[in-house]
């Protein structure tokens, strides 16, 4: 059994790779933490850039007008988007919302936007906990305030709520909502609060099928923080790696003292580990395998540990200058912390982890 990305998909990744590196540049993202306006954070030619490569439609069918790929394509071009911190929610629209509408049987007027209209989305209402998702959101007859809105300038948002038959998931968009901003550590996330109506139009499913779906888009998250994370570590790294080799002190560049060197390794070290099980986690759900949600854990769990401590040598190597807010590291190292603690940190994986161990524990026979 080939484990290994195609040619095909290798493709695909080094052109969004390209692409990512003609549009979404360190100027692009200090641009934007200079300009607060609420718009800001999404850039319509970038975004047309990719939208016009079909990432966004990469997991609807062929028969409806989209690639027919699956997170073995997907998860190598998030972690493209993650070594650019791209400030559009290129992993959420693609990897988390998309495939649950094609779940949830949606029709064509739900992907339509995703085909045609350049739509982002991105998921809200929802926190991971070790025992399962937690909806924050109550539907009571009433305009619903939900928190949580990953990217406020996406067009599209799937949003969970509770009601008395049970969670609800639905397709909201900005338009038909209020929608404020919330200050982030990252500016270019543009988190919100969107203030909407569930009606019978936006509801997508209801009941055990929404439980089932909001599981799903919960790991899907949590995968998709983890390979954006894989690629912070790798640009956090690399940039560390030019700096000291340029930085000199007595007469010689600080990158050839054991200390650095040793510092740099081990989190190279940790981003080596976390990489392949991620790729394991997209493979795992991609093909529907029982111990997808184990994979994805373990996943997220070595991400968000790598990207802490490669933010963390990040910071140290570079001394000083690390700390200033007109350094590129500081755009990498805020992602990090933000995507580190998103859909579950480390600690909290660790948990769901041994609460699934014991769980196949109990019902083993004795």
Known sequence: MRFSFTEEQLVLRDTVTAVLADWCTPGDLHELYANDAP?????HPRWNALFNLGITALHIPEVDGGLGLDDRELIAISE??????????LSETAGVVVPILVASGAGHH???PFLDGGGAATLGGVTFTPSGPRIASVADGHRVRTSGITQATASHHLLAVSSASGPE??????ADGDLTRTTSLDRTRRLGTLTWTPTDATRLATGPLAATLLDQAVNRAALYSAAELLGLCDAMITLTAVYVSERKQFGV????FQ???HHLAGARVKLEFARPAVYAAAW???TEHPSATHDISLAKSLASDAADEAARVSLQCHGAIGYTFEHDLHLLMKRAWALSAAWGDARSHRARLLNLLQAERSVLPS
């Open 253 to 256: 560049p600080v990158g050839s």
């Open 169 to 174: 998931l639905h397709l909201a968009v900005t």
């Open 284 to 286: 795992s759900l991609a």
């Open 80 to 89: 493209a988007a993650g070594r650019v911190a791209l400030p559009e929610p």
């Open 39 to 43: 718009d800001a954070g999404r850039s």
């Open 259 to 261: 200390a650095v060197k």
């Open 110 to 112: 739900a992907l339509e």
